[in-house]
């Protein structure tokens, strides 16, 4: 949709189809949130002030971002739903998971944000910035076409005191219950994707930052292979010479067990590693 467009042609955009279902509590929020997300998808790179049509719709745009009865769970469940039913059209869906770091350290004022420490190799010592974490799940099909959001939260890590901090012996993270890890979101989306996919087919797909897996995944057997060619690297500050090389990737898949820390997504999604 254009700028141009009129009100009727609106109506009929992707938005208006993606969240015909949701429910705000007033109609006005549930039309501004069909507008907004029309302009944001014609300028995804576009700041608000410039992806809205004039300074009142941009106005309007930032009333509805402050507006405390905007619940975002209830949007995503809307798009979650049309996700599954785009979802069940096809035999096979990949839920691919991941987290995204937003670091806002030169924004000072914001608040509610958490400590994000970043590693830039052997010489360079630990990197303290301030920002968010957002953790989504991803329906593909097995062509690589994207679906849509199965799952998406962001939250900020807990700041500890700074004598704890500097204490590097002490790992607060360790002596968590499962539950209360921040590892414990890949678990989630594992039983949100469950939760919303019904009987459709799902591979769920994980990097290796899903390190409570791995454990699981090891004993399985392999279901096949494939070699993949490493280019060769140069040294940089950060990082040392690598020579090319023919590295064989194995693939694994299971169920989520019916005992230990996976119990609670008894019958879930297949994962793969």
Not at 26 to 44: E, G, N, Q, V
Not at 175 to 203: C, F, I, N, Q, Y
Not at 263 to 271: D, S
């Amino acid at each position: 949709m254009t700028r141009h467009e009129t009100k009727g042609e609106r109506e009929t955009s992707w938005a208006a189809d993606e969240f015909a279902e949701v429910s705000l509590g007033d109609k006005r929020l549930d039309a501004r949130l069909i507008t907004l997300c029309d302009r944001f998808s014609d300028a995804p790179e576009s700041p608000i002030n410039q992806a809205c049509a004039d300074w009142a719709e941009t106005k309007a745009a930032y009333r509805f971002f402050q507006n405390e009865n905007v619940d975002v769970a209830e949007i995503l469940a809307a798009h979650r739903s049309k996700t599954a039913k785009r979802a069940s059209k096809h035999k096979t869906v990949l839920a691919i998971q991941d987290t995204s770091y937003f670091v806002y350290t030169s924004h000072p004022k914001t608040e509610g944000l958490g400590k994000l420490s970043l590693k830039k190799g052997k010489r360079v010592k630990e990197i303290d910035c301030n920002g968010l974490l957002m953790h989504s799940c991803l329906a593909v099909t097995t062509e690589g076409l994207p679906l849509g959001l199965l799952d998406q939260k962001i939250y900020s890590r807990k700041l500890y005191p700074d004598k704890i901090r500097r204490d590097k012996s002490y790992r607060p993270r360790e002596h968590l219950p499962v539950a209360e890890k921040e590892s414990a979101r890949w678990l989630e989306s594992l039983a949100h994707t469950k939760e919303v996919m019904g009987d459709t087919e799902v591979v769920t797909v994980c990097d290796r930052e899903a390190v409570r897996l791995w454990e699981h995944i090891r004993q399985q057997p392999e279901t096949g292979s494939y070699t993949i060619d490493i280019p060769r690297r140069s040294k940089t500050k950060h990082a040392k010479e690598r020579e090319a090389r023919n590295a064989t990737v194995t693939v694994r898949c299971l169920r989520q067990p019916e005992k230990g820390p996976f119990r609670q997504l008894e019958k879930g999604p297949p994962v793969g590693g």
